[in-house]
């Protein structure tokens, strides 16, 4: 890992564009010069975050000394030259263009999605013609055919400059959209009985230059002018993708990629695009509620939260602080997880606490290997993939590491156990027994120290990444849950001593990095700091700090099972549906005492709660979460709340008082700001500073303060002037903090503070890598092993309760081997029985390539029969007997 | 001046269509074309051992692509960077050009001339793998083509350490589906890729980045078909052949109103009355000549002032405006009506654009329904001048030539080029003649 990798041309060259000298890097493309130099040639087909390919021909210019008419978008700057982007020929050019775009298209503006924000009108409004003087028939089709369950088509107002196949080609990796027939009767197709079923084909919604291609979820809800925009941060996942929320009278409407370079570059996956409709499903629950007698009865919120903190007083006076345990908290706000790690072990006193449910990594690894941010992918020597399969569970990660090897050409070594999204893209490959995850990892590292590591896919990759530079990038997630964490950690423990490594931990809810940093895990407080480290400097400033470290999600529901939790609370958690083992999660909830809901829905945990405390959700709350690489972002508050639902961390600080405390914390600001001051990682991280940096700040602050940018300008979707820009990337724009600009003060302020933190508070907390952990068990010749990860389009609230996610889900079935499939003598698709230690279920058995030889793949789906009910925790791995059925 | 129906005698000069005259019964077998001197040229390059010296009697021989685009073959091999391996040859068979069919002629009946042609041009190159992208439509063609390739192979001629030289050579035949885009090199090697037949962005051209972005020479069938002769007559020998920079011979495939339509192999330098009237028989029934296409269908006409203007690349091109192209003359008599011609042209055009770009995917249609409509009464006066100015906008300043264009490939110019013949010499007929018709619709 020396140096040698190839630099990005940093040349400057100077060059005349409409007779004004300007400067710009070699080899950028003429149209983004101008435009960065206040000349806007109009395009069509051009994306800025895609290859061009000079289809459309509306930017064609005259350069000197070039013949004819070179189009903008494909004719890099050169030292010397000489453009010109408004002379005769080439304003006759433009009209002609536009006056061709229009005799087919239809003009039907009026009922079209588009209308008001549309490029096709407005260049034709700036650089078009005034009039049409076609006047034969126009080309018809059938007005707009699905192309998928999501996505429509109108053929007639496609203008077929190919942006939308080329991103599911280039960007997602999907071609399934190509172009049919030629001439004027060129359209986008689908394969015959394949659907545009891409996880990113949102994305050619908003980038289609006109209304050819339609959100059903969208379609006929709004006229642009009408939205009212938020910019926010997209929860659905932990990737944190930058979005623009847009409502009208109060509804959610419409949620826009806005392009933060460093994350998700302007894209969103389909279910973050369109989850927004369960904001507003039926199935809400708006308003309190108390059990009396077994049945549940609305309340007031002082009477419910009356209720609730006399249960807590007398679990503490009766059986002690650890009687109490608060499961979830990863799907809140940052200053959710606060104010209810303050409230718990603050206040209350108990460390039974876990913002996870026994299905991701322990906070000790997450909260201290070395962290990579996203960014640093496209910059690796190398990448690793142990985990499960991104495209599925964080989906625009995936689109970055694919990009990464794909664009960057960055090696990329496959560990997962299955086949990935990303198993075609990769260098290298190598599948072992899931189970044993440390010895691919082992093999790895001897392989990087120079040594032959026995596996060829492993030697190749490391052949591949020696001599570069840049860091080793290891992302890092349970590649299966049927699996405890331990053969993950033990490959982590074998990984950090590569250089230069750094990890992206590939856990997915929404801000489950947020509340683990914040101290939702047993052993932790607020900041990345351990119990013990924290003690000192916490005890001060709260009421009180846990005497001992207490259980995690496993531990508790084990506790609650034995009747050990006095009061349960779950905070947006449904461990029965979550939770790998749902017998036990089942058992836990029936034995605990008495179990508090902190909700938006009713699910097979909350409805046995003895009360209801209903929250407020995305697009309702202000505040901020942190992704995946550590990340603190804001949320934009688009709608206000239905019924009398309350923000998380309010419930917390109303329930603090009824126990003694009063937390003292009126607006939501004031929560980000005490977080700021009081977690050393977190040290600097004030409100005020988050309303000014354009991408958020990475924590800890301090290390990046040189990476913060400060907004210059307002999010830009409909230009005040010259053409609606929400099909092109959209910016926010920045500069980086000056010194004597007014942004200078807030950077100043967060060095002082983070200085001061790292001088007083505790020290960040580092993993031990001297992690000990066993080997799996052999697996016997006639068991396969079980590998379950998520889909996409879960049985997770955001899919069964957005209409237009919910069809999108598949049944699921046990995914085996051909090989496999035969000697168990049955036919594809067949019911079989599959036994495993925990519980027999029957299942139809299908084969997919993408399963090695003894290992059988079972989606975590939450209904149906999911691989919870199977998997047992209480071994290392999950080894399945199936049977057929006589 | 000789008069238009008046015709000196005039012969070809047979290079490439000699073997097939000669044994009209057996010119596409392996027996018949080695007993006519069938890869004697290869053996002699090999036996050279030299490649770059095949390249040097390419370029001293001057031969430039028969394929319509008229660039020197010898340049185009050098453009092929210095180490860069593997790199391809593919062949260009799909000949599409209206009216064209000399290639046909060539794969059906001297496939042996052709793969002589392609290993010499690989050896001179260097590299192990040709294409051959064969027109879907031959189907004749396609079969003796591969019966050629099993019998060149079986003889050593092909395949590994050909005649014991040590060098190596695969062809891959690849048929079309019938689209005249993927004639266009960059859309073939599209097309060859499995991709959908549309041309791409040029640069990178094909000899950096062409097939499966390996570097590439694209060459047509004919102009391949020529090498080995050229390797047998010596490159400057064969440039004594022709005028100027229109050195050798070239296949002249004749069609329309002629008495004798058919491929004719004429010595460049003769004029296009000597091929039309000499080697075509005049036109039929002695009627008299309304104009002619003089390279394909792609460029503008020529009328009878022209007939006696010289058959040259470089002189069709600056003082005439138009091209030799793919090298098919197609005559048109007294009884055409030329409003007609220009609206059928346009018709495939518009049905072959490929759709990439705007201009020609939007453009060509629009011409074809405004030439109808005068094709057919149904115009205005100003029709005429929109659709000049239509063809304005795809092909800027479409009166002159070569031609600028708004397009991505050339394909969609080419529509211009009747509607610029239309301006040139019939304007007024055109302009009368829709008021003619004015007049008739009853108010
Ligand atoms: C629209 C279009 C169609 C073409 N069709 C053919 C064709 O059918 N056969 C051919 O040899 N060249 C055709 N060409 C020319 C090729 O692009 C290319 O110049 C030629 O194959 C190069 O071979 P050469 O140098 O031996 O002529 C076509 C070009 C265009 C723009
Ligand atoms: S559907 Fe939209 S994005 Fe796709 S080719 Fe047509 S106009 Fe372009
Ligand atoms: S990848 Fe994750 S954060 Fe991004 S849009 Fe999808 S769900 Fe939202
Ligand atoms: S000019 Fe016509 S054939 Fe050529 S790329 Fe454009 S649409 Fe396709
Ligand atoms: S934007 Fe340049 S050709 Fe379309």
Known sequence: ?886 | MTTANTSEPFSETRIVTRRLHERPDDSWTIDGALASGAYDSLRQVLAQGDPSAVQAEATASGLRGRGGANFSTGQKWSFLPKDTFPRYLVVNGDEGEPSTFKDRMLLERDPHQLLEGIVIASYAIQCNLAFIYVRGEFALGHDRLMRAIADARAKGFIGKDIQGSGFDLDVVVHRGAGAYICGEETALLESLEGERGMPRLKPPFPAIEGLYAKPTVVNNVETLSTLPHIVRMGGEEYAKLGMARSTGTRVCALSGHVKRPGNYEVEFGCTFRDIIFGLGGGIRDDNALKFFLPGGASFQWLVEEHLDEPYDMDHAAQKLGTSLGSGAVMVFDETTDPVRVAWRLAKFYSHESCGKCTPCREGTGWVEKILYRILHGYASPEDFEMVCDVADNISPNFMAAPFNQTTLCPLGPSVASPIASLAKYYRDEIIERIAAQQAEVPA
């Open chain 1, 1 to 886: 890992m020396t140096t040698g990798q190839a630099q990005t041309d940093t040349e400057l060259v100077t060059l005349t564009i409409d007779g004004r000298e300007v400067q710009a890097r070699k080899g950028e493309l003429l149209i983004k010069v101008a435009q960065e130099n206040g000349v806007y040639i109009p395009r069509f087909c051009w994306h800025e975050r895609m290859e061009p390919v000079g289809m459309c021909r509306m930017c064609l210019v005259q350069v000197d000394g070039m013949r004819g008419f070179p189009p903008a978008c494909t004719t890099p700057v050169a030292e010397g030259m000489v453009a010109h982007t408004d002379t005769e020929p080439v304003k006759k050019i433009q009209d002609g263009v536009l006056e061709f775009l229009l005799i087919n298209h239809p003009l039907d503006c009026p009922v079209c999605d588009r209308g008001g924000e549309c490029p096709l009108q407005d260049q034709t409004l700036a650089f078009g013609p005034g009039e049409s003087r076609f006047t034969e028939e126009k080309r018809h089709f059938e007005k707009p055919i699905p192309l998928s369950g999501l996505v429509l088509l109108d053929r007639e107002r496609c203008i077929q400059c190919g942006r939308c196949t080329r991103f599911a080609e280039e960007i997602a990796g999907d071609p399934l959209i190509d172009f049919g027939e030629r001439s004027d009767r060129m359209q986008v197709v689908t394969f015959p009985d394949e659907p545009f079923s891409s996880y990113f084909s949102g994305n050619t919604v908003q980038i289609c230059p006109v209304g050819a291609l339609l959100s059903k979820p969208y379609r006929f809800k709004a006229r642009p002018w009408d939205l009212s925009t938020s910019e926010t941060t997209c929860t659905t996942c932990a990737v944190g993708c930058r979005g623009a929320l847009q409502s009208s009278s109060n509804r959610l409407l419409r949620l826009l990629g806005v392009d933060l370079d460093a994350v998700n570059q302007g894209w969103l996956c389909d279910k973050g695009r369109y989850g927004y409709e369960w904001v507003h499903a039926d199935e809400r629950v708006l308003e309190p509620s108390v059990r009396v007698r077994n049945a549940m009865v609305d309340v007031s919120w002082p009477e419910a939260l009356e209720a609730v903190a006399n249960e807590l007083q007398r679990a503490i006076e009766l059986h002690g602080p650890s009687s109490v345990a608060v499961l979830g908290g990863a799907r809140g706000s940052n200053e959710d997880a606060y104010a209810w790690v303050r409230l718990a072990k603050g206040v209350i006193g108990t460390d039974n606490v876990d913002a996870q449910l026994g299905d991701g990594l322990p906070a000790d690894a997450v909260l201290g290997l070395p962290r990579a941010e996203i960014d640093d992918l496209d910059q690796a020597a190398a990448i690793v993939l142990l985990g499960p399969d991104l495209k599925e569970e964080l989906p625009v990660l995936y689109l970055r590491v694919k990009q990464a090897a794909v664009s960057k050409k960055v090696p990329l070594l496959d560990l997962a156990p299955v086949d990935v999204g990303l198993t075609p893209y990769a260098t290298a490959v190598s599948r072992t027994v899931p189970g044993e995850e440390g010895v691919a990892a082992e093999r790895l590292v001897a392989a990087i120290g120079g040594r032959a590591s026995g596996d060829a896919g492993i030697d190749a990759f490391a052949a591949a990444a020696t001599g570069r530079s840049g860091p080793v990038v290891v992302v890092l997630g349970r590649g299966s849950v049927a699996q405890s964490a331990a053969p993950t950690m033990r490959a982590a423990a074998a990984f950090a001593a590569l250089p230069n490594v750094r990890f992206l931990s590939a856990l997915r809810r929404g801000n489950v990095h947020g509340a683990l940093d914040l101290g939702l895990a047993p052993g932790f407080l607020p900041g990345r700091v351990t119990l013990d480290a924290g003690r000192g400097w916490f005890a001060p400033i709260w009421q009180t700090v846990p005497k001992e470290r207490g259980l995690d999600a496993e531990g508790i529901l084990r506790a609650a099972a034995d009747g050990k939790v006095r009061v349960l609370v779950l905070l947006g958690a449904d461990p029965v549906a979550d939770f790998p083992d749902t017998d036990l999660a089942r058992r836990a909830i029936d034995g605990a005492g008495y179990v508090v809901a902190v909700d938006a829905f009713l699910s097979e945990s909350t409805r046995r709660a003895d009360a209801f405390l209903p929250c407020t959700v995305w697009g309702e709350k202000a505040g901020t979460t942190t992704n995946l690489e550590g990340r603190v972002q804001r949320l934009g508050r688009k709608v206000s709340p239905e019924g009398t639902t309350m923000d998380d961390w309010r419930i917390a600080g109303e329930l603090a008082v009824r126990l003694g405390n009063d937390f003292d914390l009126e607006f939501v600001d004031e929560v980000t700001d005490e977080i700021a001051t009081v977690a050393p990682a977190h040290a600097g991280a004030r409100s005020q500073l988050l309303r000014r940096s354009r991408d958020g700040v990475v924590l800890p602050v301090r290390e990046h303060l040189h990476e913060i940018m400060v907004r210059t300008g307002d999010l830009n979707i409909m230009a005040e002037d010259g053409p609606a820009v929400s099909w092109d990337p959209i910016r926010v724009d920045a500069a980086e903090p000056s010194e004597e600009g007014d942004a200078a003060h807030e950077v100043d302020e967060a060095r002082g503070e983070a200085e001061r933190l790292e001088r007083e508070a505790p020290a960040h907390h580092e993993w031990d890598r001297a992690a000990n952990v066993g080997d799996a068990p052999g697996r016997d010749a006639y068991a396969l092993r079980l590998v379950s990860g998520r889909e996409l389009y879960d049985g997770g609230r955001i899919t069964t309760c957005s209409p237009s996610l919910a069809p999108l889900r598949k049944d699921s079935a046990l995914m085996v081997h051909p090989q496999d499939l035969a000697r168990i003598g049955v036919e594809e698709g067949t019911q079989v029985r599959v036994t495993s230690s925990r519980a027999t279920v029957t299942l139809p058995v299908r084969t997919h390539p993408s399963v090695p030889a003894g290992t059988a793949r079972l989606p975590f789906t939450a209904d149906g029969r999911g691989a919870s009910e199977l998997i047992d925790t209480t071994t290392m791995v999950t080894d399945l007997r199936v049977e057929t059925i006589s």
